[in-house]
């Protein structure tokens, strides 16, 4: 079964300084993995997805993530932090299509990470 | 432009009793899920739908948990005699159809307290 890992529950970061969100993700093969964002009260929006294209991905809001296959990871970036960039991030994977029974793509999430910026 | 809609946005019940909660799609996606998200975790899968498919209903963590959909139109999940471990926001999401190429767009969720 496929799983991913957020290091951190919560990551502090002042306003301007680098985000760095971890994810590390278990599968035999490379699945598809996704970053999402949750404002409070709000459902999730997609930041970026991973799909076997590129291994730098970049995504909405200056947001990018880099697969590392050797490292099973898929850690989300941001190089200068904004207040509006507070909220709680997940990643999912879900498998490649190829592989999988083609039709259920139902997302894994992982725990998820809040971000909070110190003005 | 319309969005995953979903209603009621909060509901409070006592335990016991049965909710029914409702999701419009954004029109033209064929695929739906619905997810659980317990407080300070991730979203658990539930039920999927897909066109005219049977139902892949592989999360749903008990009999009391049902799902139905209209078509490609609404869907509704269900609770019957409701536990306070049932209390979570509950979300759905479509998409335009299989193949994870196509991201899944969340309604903003309903908030499901049992006291």
């Known amino acids: 079964a496929q799983s991913v890992t957020q290091l951190g529950s919560h990551v502090s970061v002042s306003e301007g300084a680098l985000v760095l969100l971890r994810c590390n993700y278990s599968s035999s093969v490379p699945p598809y993995l996704f970053w999402y964002v949750q404002y409070p009260n709000q459902g999730l929006q997609l930041l970026l997805k991973?799909?076997?294209?590129?291994?730098l991905v970049k995504g909405i809001n200056g947001f990018e993530a880099e697969f590392k296959k050797s490292e099973t990871s898929f850690h989300l970036t941001k190089p200068s932090a904004h207040m509006s960039d507070a909220a709680e991030y997940f990643c999912a994977v879900t498998p490649n299509y190829l592989i999988s029974n083609f039709g259920n793509e139902k997302l894994t999430f992982g725990t998820g990470t809040r971000l909070t910026i110190i003005p | 432009g319309a969005g995953v809609s979903q209603s009621p946005s909060n509901k409070v019940t006592e335990k016991g009793k049965d909710v029914e909660l409702r999701c419009d799609p954004i029109?033209?996606?064929?695929?739906l899920y619905w997810y659980r998200q317990r407080l300070g975790q991730g979203l658990e899968f539930l039920i999927y739908?897909?066109?005219?498919?049977?139902?892949?209903k592989s999360g749903l963590p008990s009999d009391r948990f049902s799902a139905e959909r209209t078509g490609e139109s609404v869907s509704t999940l269900t609770i019957q005699r409701t536990q306070q471990e049932d209390s979570a926001v509950y979300l759905c999401?479509?998409?335009?159809?299989?193949?994870?190429?196509?991201?899944?767009?969340f309604g903003d969720g309903t908030r499901l307290s049992i006291l």
């Open positions: 029109s033209g996606h064929t695929a």
């Open positions: 999401a479509s998409s335009l159809g299989s193949g994870a190429i196509q991201p899944q767009h």
């Open positions: 739908f897909q066109g005219n498919s049977a139902p892949d």
């Open positions: 991973y799909t076997s294209a590129a291994t």
